[in-house]
């Protein structure tokens, strides 16, 4: 499994990236094989709204059917672009060594930060 981190920073409204993520984001790259599932992560620094999103995938294969032969470049769409202050040019790849989660009954899904 191969975890795709990617960051990006906004002083806009978090909420504008955060819906982009989650209503076209999500849907495109749950239609892609290969795709294993992501996460959406945000904390406040400075003023602005730091994001990190990690999508997991099957291969570096899989991710070059997304992204293209050069699999660190960032796939960033206009309209996440334009709800971002600034944004990773490049993603980074990790192999995922270990991995152990909640289940789902006890884990939070898809809740804006308190």
Same mark, same amino acid.
């Given at each position: 499994?191969?975890?795709?981190?990617?960051?990006?920073?906004?002083?806009?409204?978090?909420?504008?990236?955060?819906?982009?993520?989650?209503?076209?984001?999500?849907?495109?790259?749950?239609?892609?094989?290969?795709?294993?599932?992501?996460?959406?992560?945000?904390?406040?620094?400075?003023?602005?709204?730091?994001?990190?999103?990690?999508?997991?995938?099957?291969?570096?294969?899989?991710?070059?059917?997304?992204?293209?032969?050069?699999?660190?470049?960032?796939?960033?769409?206009? #309209?996440?672009?334009?709800?971002?202050?600034?944004?990773?040019?490049?993603?980074?790849?990790?192999?995922?060594?270990?991995?152990?989660?909640?289940?789902? #009954?006890?884990?939070?899904?898809?809740?804006?930060?308190?």
């Amino acid at each position: 499994m191969i975890a795709r981190y990617w960051s990006a920073t906004t002083t806009k409204p978090a909420e504008e990236y955060r819906r982009h993520f989650q209503q076209t984001v999500v849907s495109n790259l749950e239609a892609l094989d290969g795709f294993g599932g992501c996460y959406l992560l945000e904390s406040q620094v400075d003023g602005a709204t730091r994001f990190v999103a990690i999508t997991l995938w099957e291969s570096t294969e899989h991710i070059a059917a997304f992204a293209g032969t050069d699999i660190t470049r960032a796939h960033v769409e206009p #309209e996440g672009q334009a709800a971002l202050t600034e944004f990773d040019a490049e993603a980074i790849n990790y192999a995922v060594s270990v991995i152990s989660l909640a289940t789902a #009954e006890s884990s939070v899904r898809s809740r804006p930060p308190t």
